[in-house]
């Protein structure tokens, strides 16, 4: 059984910077493909940003040049530094793991706010 165990949300300012953690459990962790998806109230769950078991990355349009995602394999653990956040980057943030079918963590609640 595959377990995600999202840590590092919180509220901060605008123009401020978080590093979101998950760790991974009872998979093979380094050959899956591991994403962060976010959902702000009312809106559809959508990918933040997705990284291959051979480190390729790929972001939304609009996290690009902000958010960097990473995967510490020895650690089993996926990170999404977030940079110069903005009001709009607001949502509760979601691990995802792929190995043949799909995993989500429980999220993490991100607050930009003054």
């Known amino acids: 059984q595959v377990q ?3 840590s590092g949300g919180g509220l901060v300012q605008p ?3 978080l590093r979101l953690s998950c760790a991974a459990s009872g998979s093979a962790f380094s050959s899956n ?3 962060w998806y976010r959902q702000a109230p009312e809106k559809q769950r959508e990918l933040v940003a997705r990284i ?3 480190g ?3 972001y939304t349009a609009s ?3 902000r958010f960097t995602i990473s995967r510490d394999n020895a650690k089993n653990t996926v990170y999404l530094q977030m940079n110069t956040l903005k009001p709009e980057d607001t ?3 979601y ?3 792929w190995n043949g079918r799909d995993y989500w963590g429980q999220g993490t609640q991100v607050t930009v706010s003054s």
């Open 95 to 97: 691990c995802y793991l």
């Open 91 to 93: 949502a509760v943030y």
């Open 63 to 65: 996290v690009k040049g």
């Open 33 to 35: 493909v591991v994403a």
């Open 52 to 54: 291959g078991s051979g």
């Open 4 to 6: 995600l165990v999202e």
């Open 56 to 58: 390729t990355t790929i």
């Open 15 to 17: 123009g401020g910077s």
